[in-house]
C-alpha cells in the first residue's frame, strides 16, 4: 500500500511560460503596443505567463540583432510559443518560430475570434482527425464496393455472379465499422 505524503509546491503544476511573437519592427509603436497587450490578457485570463518581447529590458535604440539576442534568450526560457495573426510579415517572428520548433517548444497561433480559448488547437485537429476517419471509411467503403460490383455483375450484369461479390461487399462493411469505431474513440476521449 502506498503512503500518500501532502501536495508541496514542488508537486503543483506550474503555469506555462509563453512568449508572444509578431511583427515589430517598422510598426506603429502604439499599435504593436495595443497588439501585445491583448494577447498578454487574453493569456493571463487563461492562467498563463505571458513574456513579451516589447520588456526584454533593452532601449527601444538598440540594433536589430541585439534585441533578437536577448529575444530569443527569453524564447529559450518559455515552455511555449504564441505567434499573434502578423507573424508572417515579421523575419524576426519566424525566425523565433523556427527555434521554438527546433528547441521543442509549444507552438499556438493566436486567433482574435476565439476569446479566452487557448485549447481551440487541440479540439480542431479532434474535429479534423474524426473528419479525416470518415473521409477514410467512406473511400474504403466505395472502393470495396465498388469492387464488389465488378465481381459480382462482369461485364455490366452479364453472367450474374453475386457469391464472389461478398467478400469485397465484407470488407466495405468492415472498412466502415473501423472508421465508426476510430470516431467513437476520438469523441470519447473529450
Known sequence: MAIKRPMTDMDKPRPKKM?????????????????FARAEIELLADGYIPISPLRNGLPE???????????????CGCDAILMLPDWRDSPGARRELIEAIRWSKDVYFFNPLTINNMETKTNDSKKYLQMGALMVALIATLVAFATAMAVMFPGGGAGVDWFHGLPSAGCAGYCAYLAGRTLLRVHNSD
Open 19 to 35: 512568449y508572444l511573437s509578431g511583427a515589430i519592427t517598422g510598426r506603429d509603436r502604439e499599435a504593436v503596443e495595443r497588439k
Open 61 to 75: 535604440e538598440a540594433t536589430y540583432e541585439q534585441h533578437m539576442e536577448r529575444d530569443l534568450q527569453m524564447l
